[in-house]
């Protein structure tokens, strides 16, 4: 638990220096605005920072789930998907991936790859906004969240690193209270 708390450190400070993370004042597709943004698209752009987010992914999932425990991986559009086809090959469990709508054309599919009946499916997303009740929702539909890192925890990582400052950490921290 040690190791994986120190890599959560190390991660913080990744996503931070690569600009995935940044502080200040950002506007949110809800209209909320929002003393932090994540941005998990750029971690591809990065080869060394993508391969430490995917290495801990398969890390976290083989520690919670058990490899034998998931079928399929999928990737939800567009953020999820690159990293679920890296840890899919890791895994070495077939990978699918949902479109954001049904093609008209073709097969007219949503889901692409093979999907079998009863298949225990892995979902993997960048994010997931715990504070408008992301976690909750996801729970209320029988599904279970993993994740690498809450913002919180980054947050307060960072400050430790001396990456940000007291005031921001304070701003955070209020921002995501548990509710």
Do not use: W
């Not at 998931?70 to 679920?84: K, L, N, Q, S």
């Not at 840890?87 to 949902?98: C, D, E, L, N, S």
């Not at 909750?136 to 690498?148: A, N, Q, S, T, V």
């Amino acid at each position: 638990m040690a190791s994986f708390e120190k890599e959560k450190s190390e991660l913080s400070r990744v996503l931070h220096k690569i600009g995935a993370m940044k502080f200040g004042a950002f506007k949110l597709t809800s209209g909320r605005i929002s003393p932090y943004y994540i941005d998990l698209r750029v971690v591809p752009s990065f080869p060394d920072a993508f391969q430490r987010v995917c290495n801990l992914y398969v890390k976290l999932l083989e520690r919670d789930l058990g490899v034998e425990n998931v079928d399929r991986i999928a990737g939800i559009p567009t953020a999820g998907m690159p990293f679920a086809s890296v840890v899919a090959f890791h895994m070495k469990k077939p990978f699918v991936y949902i479109r954001s709508k049904v093609k008209t054309h073709g097969r007219e599919r949503r889901i692409e790859g093979v999907l079998m009946p009863g298949n225990r499916v892995l979902l993997v997303d960048d994010l997931i906004t715990t504070e408008e009740g992301g976690k909750e929702r996801l729970r209320k539909d029988g599904i279970k969240l993993h994740y690498l890192l809450t913002a919180r925890e980054a947050a307060t990582k960072l400050y430790e690193l001396g990456a940000i400052e007291e005031d921001q950490l304070k701003t955070i921290l209020k921002q995501t209270k548990k509710k």
